[in-house]
């Protein structure tokens, strides 16, 4: 088949809206370097008119944060009767839930840090001192805090003392009305995504070495700030246990054509479910590529691919 007209969403209004639209300009170029004829356009309130009377071979979704990675995108996409590459809206909103998700890969056999949800209502009704004083208590210290949805690592902060917890909610809370406490788990954190052409595969690794042990959203998306080994410095054994956890945090969430799984691999060689993201970045510094790189894979023809499986 060929492709006459992709669209390619990118952009929205999550937190996350500059870093989906360098990845949406990215996976435009690639294609565009195919010399298939791309439209990247915006998920603003002119979308659903310019997909209804324009409509597209397939719509390629790079939306990051609430709505691009919750399923409501593709919820409508679905209601147009276009395809669409990436997962289905159920799929996506118990991966965009961690605790959910975590709750599915633990079921499927996966290792996961042990954690509580709290949402804010929770947190203030039944008072923040006894309520933190209880968490520390069952799951000691440190702690790792995040909001229960999102990604970039907005909001999200280690804790290594109890007087510090207070402070890592309020700014959890700022992106998302709920937060998971996690027991940190000290060791290699590591990204492995999946394409998945009727068989889910895992790329190779990617190892994150962060300035100062934090790859918070600076990290993550300031090129040079962060230093980046692929295929991950991990014995084959360890790397082979890492891969077969992305497939099976992919396929036991019923994910489909691509993934990211957030792993950490502690002292011990265990591996460690973080979470999935069903929309991965594409920019310059974002992982996904790296590891199609280091497959010897070409992005380009790779993202022609995803497009064709849906077209």
Request: hydrophobic fraction near 50%; include cysteine; proline fraction near 6%.
């Amino acid at each position: 088949m060929e492709l006459g007209h992709v669209v390619v969403l990118a952009g929205g209004l999550s937190y996350e809206r500059e870093v989906s639209l360098r990845s949406g300009r990215r996976v435009a170029d690639a294609l565009r370097s195919l010399d298939i004829p791309v439209e990247l356009r915006d998920a603003d309130a002119g979308l659903l008119d310019a997909l209804a009377r324009d409509r597209p071979d397939v719509v390629f979704p790079v939306l990051h944060g609430a709505a691009g990675e919750d399923g409501a995108v593709r919820g409508v996409l679905d209601l147009l009767e276009l395809p669409y590459v990436g997962a289905r809206p159920d799929a996506c909103r118990v991966a965009w839930d961690k605790p959910t998700a975590k709750a599915v890969v633990r079921r499927a056999g996966l290792a996961t840090p042990a954690s509580v949800a709290l949402p804010k209502e929770v947190f203030h009704d039944l008072g923040a001192a006894s309520v933190l004083d209880r968490v520390v208590d069952r799951l000691g210290l440190p702690l790792f805090v995040k909001p229960t949805s999102g990604g970039s690592a907005l909001g999200a902060s280690v804790v290594r003392a109890a007087a510090d917890l207070p402070a890592a909610m309020v700014g959890c809370f700022a992106y998302g009305d709920a937060a998971l406490i996690e027991q940190f788990v000290a060791g290699t954190e590591i990204a492995v995504s999946v394409l998945d052409f009727g068989k889910p595969e895992a790329l190779p690794a990617v190892e994150i070495v962060a300035p100062r042990g934090r790859y918070d959203y600076t990290a993550r998306y300031d090129a040079g700030d962060t230093a980046f080994v692929t295929p991950a410095r991990l014995s084959p054994e360890i790397a082979e246990r890492a891969a077969a956890a992305a497939v099976t945090a992919h396929t036991a969430l019923g994910l489909r054509d691509l993934s990211r799984t957030d792993l950490i691999v502690d002292g011990a060689g265990e591996v460690h479910f973080l979470e999935v993201n069903v929309a991965p970045g594409m920019t310059e510094t974002s992982l996904l590529p790296r590891a199609v790189e280091a497959a010897s894979r070409d992005l380009a023809t790779v993202c022609r691919d995803l497009l064709l499986q849906r077209a």
